[in-house]
T-cell receptor, first 113, second 113 residues
Framework: GENVEQHPSTLSVQEGDSAVIKCTYSDSASNYFPWYKQELGKRPQLIIDIRSNVGEKKDQRIAVTLNKTAKHFSLHITETQPEDSAVYFCAASEDTGGFKTIFGAGTRLFVKA | EAQVTQNPRYLITVTGKKLTVTCSQNMNHEYMSWYRQDPGLGLRQIYYSMNVEVTDKGDVPEGYKVSRKEKRNFPLILESPSPNQTSLYFC????????????FGPGTRLTVL
């Protein structure tokens, strides 16, 4: 079946450093790629998303890049802060042949002060 | 306040005792979905619904049922729960289907003994 692989599973960075999380998807029909942040004990919340007709999108310290040819997309967080510590999930979905959303397994990010 | 609600938030039950987890949204969203979250596996989609009376299987539908009789409600039914259904369950909804922001409920932690 379709799947999304996410790496690394755990990432530890020093405050102020950058963090990069990478995802690879298998369904070539996928055209929407959101990233969700889940703080401990909370629900996932969207932080940024990108559609297949765009190669890069930025929102303040967060950016996402998409390479449709290679079927991978990445989350970049610059100038990390302790409040960035959370689990981050990537996902891939499409709205043509099916309506599923496939999530990656998640990356636990630790930002050390 | 725009929100997705789930009840109950916590539930401990025994094998074979039918249960229902309710999900309700007040945002007039057409798309609703159920996920289960397990350590190391991320969020896996159980069922989704594109509109009233339209439901379809996600990646892990075995042992679950859903119904969508009203736009705002999307209950998850476990007819005969088993211990391998012990998990954290999230309901989510979105306006534009799978290629739009999904808003998650607070989660239901289910333990099946």
């Amino acid at each position: 079946g379709e799947n999304v692989e996410q790496h690394p599973s755990t990432l530890s960075v020093q405050e102020g450093d950058s963090a990069v999380i990478k995802c690879t998807y298998s369904d070539s029909a996928s055209n929407y790629f959101p990233w969700y942040k889940q703080e401990l004990g909370k629900r996932p919340q969207l932080i940024i998303d990108i559609r297949s007709n765009v190669g890069e999108k930025k929102d303040q310290r967060i950016a996402v890049t998409l390479n449709k040819t290679a079927k991978h997309f990445s989350l970049h967080i610059t100038e990390t802060q302790p409040e960035d510590s959370a689990v981050y999930f990537c996902a891939a979905s499409e709205d043509t042949g099916g309506f599923k959303t496939i999530f990656g397994a998640g990356t636990r990010l630790f930002v050390k002060a | 306040e725009a929100q997705v609600t789930q009840n109950p938030r916590y539930l401990i039950t025994v094998t074979g005792k039918k249960l229902t987890v309710t999900c309700s949204q007040n945002m007039n969203h057409e798309y609703m979905s159920w996920y289960r979250q397990d350590p190391g596996l991320g969020l896996r989609q159980i069922y989704y619904s594109m509109n009233v009376e339209v439901t379809d299987k996600g990646d892990v539908p075995e042992g679950y049922k859903v119904s969508r009789k009203e736009k705002r409600n999307f209950p998850l039914i476990l007819e005969s729960p088993s211990p391998n259904q012990t998990s954290l369950y999230f309901c989510a909804s979105s306006w534009g289907g799978t290629t739009d922001t999904q808003y998650f409920g607070p989660g239901t932690r289910l333990t099946v003994l």
